[in-house]
């Protein structure tokens, strides 16, 4: 199975910051690579999708970057309904796997 | 309005069996594959199981491979997964989810239900 290992595992940061979070591939995923948020008590929410493409209806403050094995997912501007747990999931290969989460907390 | 609804979770013994559905709409729900994940409490998210389109084509994970099976009723919209032989650490909640083509393989997950709670425990 693919692991997936995600940093931090949790950050506390200000509205208007910058975050960035990191997933790492145990083995190359070419762009198979996806990344959702959670907020307490819902459903997973799809952000990005393929490493880089923004999902319909999510703010253009989400980014994120690729391929390989080292990935990011960033945002420009951290505001107030950003803070929720954040989660990396490759998709090249069965099982599917998720990164142990991030979660942003406000500073 | 597009969406997914999951249903039929419960409190079930250790060794006990129980079924849960997730009734979609306001899509072609037979163009789309479908996949089981679980959130033990406060933990992460784990991929369980996926079915085609069609329904001719299913992956599980190991940890419930030979004790869960997922199926699909197109002229219903709906979704299963029976889950048999249950055991502590299959507590959590299930949530189903859409991909956005008919494989089940290489596929990421644009539509979510809310979740049913599976609570195994004498």
């Keep these: 199975d693919i692991q997936m290992t995600q940093s931090p595992s949790s950050l506390s940061a200000s509205v208007g910051d910058r975050v960035t979070i990191t997933c790492r591939a145990s083995q190359s995923i070419s762009t198979y690579l996806n990344w959702y948020q959670q907020k307490p008590g819902k459903a997973p929410k799809l952000l990005i999708y393929a490493a880089s493409r923004l999902q319909s209806g999510v703010p253009s403050r989400f980014s994120g970057s690729g391929p390989g094995t080292d990935f990011t997912l960033t945002i420009s501007s951290l505001q107030p309904e950003d803070f929720a747990t954040y989660y990396c999931q490759q998709s090249y290969s069965t099982p599917q796997t998720f990164g142990q989460g991030t979660k942003v907390e406000i500073k | ?122």
């Design chain 2, 1 to 122: 309005e597009v969406q997914l609804l999951e249903s039929g979770g419960g409190l079930v013994q250790p060794g006990g069996s129980l079924r849960v559905s997730c009734a979609a709409s306001g899509f072609t729900f037979s163009s789309y594959a479908m996949s089981w994940v679980r959130q033990a409490p406060g933990k992460g998210l784990e991929w369980v199981s996926a079915i085609s389109g069609s329904g001719g084509s299913t992956y599980y994970a190991d940890s419930v491979k030979g004790r869960f099976t997922i199926s699909r009723d197109n002229s219903k919209n709906t979704l299963y997964l029976q889950m048999n032989s249950l055991r502590a650490e299959d507590t959590a909640v299930y949530y189903c989810a859409k991909s956005p083509g008919t494989i089940a393989v290489k596929s990421y997950f644009d539509l979510w239900g809310r979740g049913t709670l599976v609570t195994v425990s004498s």
